[in-house]
């Protein structure tokens, strides 16, 4: 007979979530069930419907966690360039293994198609106040606002490269680089406007 150790509501949570983050990756988002995740960490069906609610709470829950911990990383990996000791094309391959790599694209492209759109607010909010973390001044209503021009170009770089770029670079014979290529020159042009060499 074996013995499930207790685990802390917070415990539990994280677990699940970081055990849908395997399964998104692995198989896609459509393998990010109530039961698949509960079969990953060994509890039941109840105890996750009790944490998230529904199948559309997790994704939810698993967006959130997903952008929270790619923004953590965006976020220092802009610091680091603002301190000379990062590089603009470090914060364009985070971006683009988040919706590629990392599955993003796949999670979003799939709770659109589901009618799951609510589920998308933690990834935009998240976004959201990380560009306003990093750019306090463009928070208010006359600044200007070009980081958050940049990064809204940047994102959807990202997301249209995640879901279809492979297919597309391959049908106009255009190297499989060249969207990342074209947000790196993006990023440097946004750093060195805001006073940051690079």
């Known amino acids: 007979m074996s013995i499930r150790k207790r ?5 539990s949570r994280a677990a699940a979530l970081e055990a849908a983050r395997a399964l998104l990756i692995e198989t896609g988002p459509q393998s990010v069930t109530l039961k698949a995740v509960a079969g990953r960490v060994g509890r039941t069906h109840a105890n996750l419907l009790h944490h998230f609610g529904s199948a559309s709470g997790l994704q939810k829950a698993l967006a959130g966690h997903l952008a929270q911990s790619v923004c953590d990383s965006i976020g220092d990996a802009v ?6 000791i990062g590089s603009p094309r470090e914060v364009v391959d985070l971006t683009f293994d988040a919706f590629g790599r990392e599955g993003g694209g796949a999670l979003a492209s799939w709770m659109l198609a589901s009618g799951n759109e609510d589920a998308l607010n933690p990834i935009v909010e998240t976004i959201h106040a990380l560009v306003d973390d990093l750019n306090p001044e463009e928070c208010c209503d006359d600044a200007d606002s070009s980081m958050h021009e ?7 770089l990202a997301l249209g490269d995640a879901l279809m770029g492979e297919q597309l670079a391959e ?4 190297e499989r680089t060249t969207a990342r290529e074209r947000a790196e020159s993006m990023m440097i042009a946004a750093f060195e406007a805001n006073g940051v060499t690079v």
């Open 7 to 11: 685990l802390s509501p917070e415990e």
């Open 79 to 84: 610091r680091a360039t603002r301190a000379g």
């Open 150 to 156: 940049t990064t809204f170009s940047l994102v959807l």
């Open 171 to 174: 049908s106009l014979k255009v």
